[in-house]
């Protein structure tokens, strides 16, 4: 089992910047990787972002949608066992109860959730 901690979530205005984090405890080394998903009030849950866990730091993969493309950056630190979400250029229609998620290997689905933390961008 995995427990996953998000931090960092707030009220920003437009065009501000936030950063997430997530604290993984527990059984971390069968993580292979982590993502960010978000949820917006009457919207489906989407994946913003992930990155491979294993390995370095320098050849880690990482996802991002479309969305969010060239405005958030994920990254992680192995030692201290944390993803983060860094977020600038925050639009409206970014609002939304932000999740972190870990996927075991040989899981093709995330299937560890952490509480959610609420993002909210004022116009």
């Known amino acids: 089992q995995v427990q996953l901690v998000e931090s960092g979530g707030g009220l920003v205005q437009a065009g501000g910047s936030l950063r997430l984090s997530c604290a993984a405890s527990?059984?971390?080394?069968?993580?292979?990787?982590m993502g960010w998903y978000r949820q917006a009030p009457g919207k489906q849950r989407e994946l913003v972002a992930a990155?491979?866990?294993?390995?370095?730091?320098?050849?880690?993969?990482?996802y991002y949608s479309d969305s969010v493309k060239g405005r958030f950056t994920i990254s992680r630190d192995n030692v201290k066992n944390t993803v983060d979400l860094q977020m600038n250029s925050l639009k409206p229609e970014d609002t939304a109860v932000y999740y972190c998620?870990?996927?075991?290997?040989?899981?093709?689905?995330?299937?560890?959730w952490g509480q959610g933390t609420q993002v909210t961008v004022s116009s």
């Open positions: 998620a870990a996927r075991y290997y040989g899981d093709s689905d995330y299937k560890y």
């Open positions: 527990g059984s971390i080394f069968s993580i292979n990787a």
């Open positions: 990155i491979t866990t294993s390995g370095s730091t320098n050849y880690a993969s990482t």
